[in-house]
């Protein structure tokens, strides 16, 4: 590790669109795994990597170590999803 | 997604320095020093880069179109990692994995909403006929006695013209399996309905407009159309049909898009009402028709109905009647060149009536 340049991080805030939230309602209501609200998580948690990346190189870091990623609901009834990405950049 | 170490030329006579490259499908990102060492990035977006593999050397090399800029990785992983991105973003829109398309998602938002409002509109008015079909005759008069117990206790019944009512509606001698029962209530408000499984419920002050006997019979031709035809029945069901429908689709939503639809449910049910009273008028002129009594009974009814409500001027649109005008206009379609005859029997009782 020849350099610490700092915790950075990032957030994605996706919101799944209404028709994704009656499908996840019926595969609710007759059980299973729910592919359309995985890919949402993939799709905010791949957003949320790239732009800490991006952050990343952008103080000339060449890598990011302890990554920490956090999954939350957020909106009035829970219906958006956020990733926010933190870890610590360095150059290595 | 993926990051990768290489050497970033910032133009063609520039010397490298070491750098780092984010391919991903969106964007390519590089992260360099500038020559004041100060860390820099660019971003190139997907359609002004072209990747190639240099075979000689054994790098993956990216050119930005534009400024000549090149980034070299060593290995052919990137350019394999680029081929697929490229491979992936000439997918026609339909058939890309990822989401976040926006023609697709609004093809595919219409092609619900179309699926959607079709189910609604025809599939579940449809299923909830059927299912009104199924009910038995006892059970629609157990319904619509319950009402009318339930209206009862607040109403006073006018026997004398309950009577005279039940003689006339006998009179017109109108085959059913339903048992036809009439009730007269003292009360102001011009107005009829139907309940049911064969009650009928007429309120004194349409029966004190009234000046001849086709008007009567008009009156329970009409009411009677809407027992026979299950009319009361069938929007129970279509209401509770859609009702469901729109729970299980919105079930935990709140707010304004229930207060919307909720809205549009209502319309949608006082249509459904208007398309039953016009059922009920032709069915009943009809029932008229055939019993030779004068179609200028309708146009009387109707007439006194407009009179008495003011709100004749509410657009058909949101009213659950037909607009009066509109009905004495396909009446009287209905009724050109009509032979009448006097019917001395329901004219006598008919004088009862006012004389009592």
Redesign the interface.
């Known amino acids: 590790m020849q350099e610490y340049l700092g915790v950075i991080n990032a957030q994605s805030i996706i919101g799944a669109n209404m028709f994704k939230d009656i499908f996840a309602g019926l595969r609710d209501l007759i059980g299973g795994r729910s592919k359309t609200y995985e890919r949402v998580i993939e799709e905010a948690k791949e957003d949320a990597m790239r732009e800490l990346t991006q952050k990343a190189q952008s103080v000339g870091a060449n890598a990011v170590v302890g990554i920490d990623l956090d999954f939350e609901t957020v909106g009035a009834s829970g219906s958006m999803l956020m990733v926010i990405a933190t870890g610590t950049a360095v150059r290595i | ?1 993926k ?1 990768f ?1 290489g050497q970033f030329y910032p133009s063609y006579f520039s010397p490298p320095s ?1 750098a ?1 490259l ?1 391919l ?1 499908d ?2 390519l ?3 360099f ?1 500038d020559q004041d060492g ?4 660019q ?1 190139w977006s997907i359609k002004e880069v072209q990747g190639d593999f240099l075979f000689a050397e054994q790098r993956s090399r990216f050119i930005q179109v534009h400024t000549q800029a090149e980034f070299r990785v060593a290995g052919r992983e990137a350019f394999e990692y680029w081929e697929e991105i490229k491979a992936e973003s000439a997918r026609s829109w339909f058939r890309k994995k ?3 398309n926006l023609r697709r ?1 609004m093809a ?2 219409s092609a ?1 909403l179309l699926a959607g409002s079709l189910l609604y509109f025809f599939m579940v008015p449809w299923l909830a006929e059927q299912m009104a079909t199924v009910v038995s005759k006892k059970t629609e008069r157990q319904l619509g006695d319950s009402v009318f117990e339930a209206m009862q206790s607040t109403q006073t019944e006018d026997t004398m013209a309950t009577r005279i009512l039940n003689d006339f509606f006998n009179a017109l001698a109108i085959e059913t399996d339903y048992s036809i029962r009439i009730t007269v209530v003292k009360d102001e408000t011009v107005n009829a309905f139907a309940l049911p499984g064969g009650q009928l419920v007429v309120y004194t002050g349409l029966l004190d407009n009234m000046e001849a006997y086709p008007e009567l019979a008009a009156l329970l031709s009409h009411e009677f159309v809407h027992v026979e035809k299950r009319h009361a029945t069938r929007s129970i069901f279509r209401s509770m049909g859609s009702d469901l429908f729109i729970t299980l ?1 919105f ?5 304004l898009a229930t207060l919307v639809i909720g809205q549009a449910n209502q319309l949608r049910t006082l249509s459904y009402s208007r398309s039953l009273e016009k059922e009920a008028d032709l069915e009943g002129y009809r029932l008229m028709r055939e019993r030779g009594i004068d179609p200028a009974g309708y146009d009387q009814l109707f007439k006194h109905l407009k009179d008495s409500s003011p709100s004749t001027e509410i657009p058909e649109m949101i009213s659950s009647h037909p607009d009066t005008d509109n009905r004495m206009r396909y009446i009287r379609e209905e009724s050109r060149g009509q032979v009448v005859k006097e019917d001395l029997r329901l004219r006598s009782i008919f004088t009862q009536l006012k004389n009592k």
């Open positions: 997604m990051t170490s070491e780092t984010l991903s969106r964007i990102s590089i992260g020093h100060n860390p820099a990035t971003d990822k989401t976040g998602t595919l938002l619900m689709l079930g935990k939503s709140s707010g």
